[in-house]
T-cell receptor
């Protein structure tokens, strides 16, 4: 089945220790998104790639970076995680302007 | 600017009851898409429906139905004969059509279906 895959599902990192979350898709969608979702809140868009074009949201901290080496893969790098970065991170894909399909998410814990 | 309001933070029903989740939106775009997503406790957001702004036909899919009324800027979601497995957070969302732009989510409605 075509899908969006996120690894790992659970990630524990130490305060200040860089961490990378990964996302892959078999849907061949040209747009990939990263969202941050904290408890009892709606997902918040961090950035998205339209093909190779990177689009950062204005309020996304510099601590968050992303890479998309090819159509199928996209990575979220958190350079120096703080306690406030503990959240669920959701990857999504779409064709332009239509519904987004989400992966299962990676729950990040910062100790 | 876009905004989606889900005024119901939490709803609790007993199994087999019907329940309606409200969604009201604001947008200046002339064409847009509306969506409903389900987020069960596992965390994955599951796409339920997309509705184009120029298609006001209501839609039914099994126990789910959606009522889109452009005149009142509402896109309500009804679950008929609710089941325990329907327990989840439901998000209504909006995006302009024809662009790779972010979804504007409502704050979500936590639905609990009691056995």
């Amino acid at each position: 089945d075509a899908m969006v895959i996120q690894n790992p599902r659970y990630q524990v990192t130490q305060f200040g220790k860089p961490v990378t979350l990964s996302c892959s898709q078999t849907l061949n969608h040209n747009v990939m998104y990263w969202y941050q979702q904290k408890s009892s809140q709606a997902p918040k868009l961090l950035f998205h790639y339209y093909d190779k074009d990177f689009n950062n949201e204005a309020d996304t901290p510099d601590n968050f970076q992303s890479r998309r080496p090819n159509t199928s893969f996209c990575f979220l790098d958190i350079r120096s995680p703080g306690l406030g970065d503990a959240a669920m991170y959701l990857c999504a894909t779409s064709r332009v302007g239509v519904e987004q399909y989400f992966g299962p998410g990676t729950r990040l814990t910062v100790t | 600017a876009q905004k989606v309001t889900q005024a119901q933070t939490e709803i609790s029903v007993v199994e087999k009851e019907d329940v309606t989740l409200d969604c009201v939106y604001e947008t200046r775009d002339t064409t847009y898409y509306l969506f409903w997503y389900k987020q069960p406790p596992s965390g994955e957001l599951v796409f339920l429906i997309r509705r184009n702004s120029f298609d006001e036909q209501n839609e039914i899919s099994g126990r789910y139905s959606w009522n889109f009324q452009k005149s009142t800027s509402s896109f309500n979601f009804t679950i008929t004969a609710s089941q325990v497995v329907d327990s989840a957070v439901y998000f209504c969302a909006l995006t302009p059509s024809g662009s790779a732009r972010q979804l504007t989510f409502g704050s979500g409605t936590q639905l609990t279906v009691l056995p």
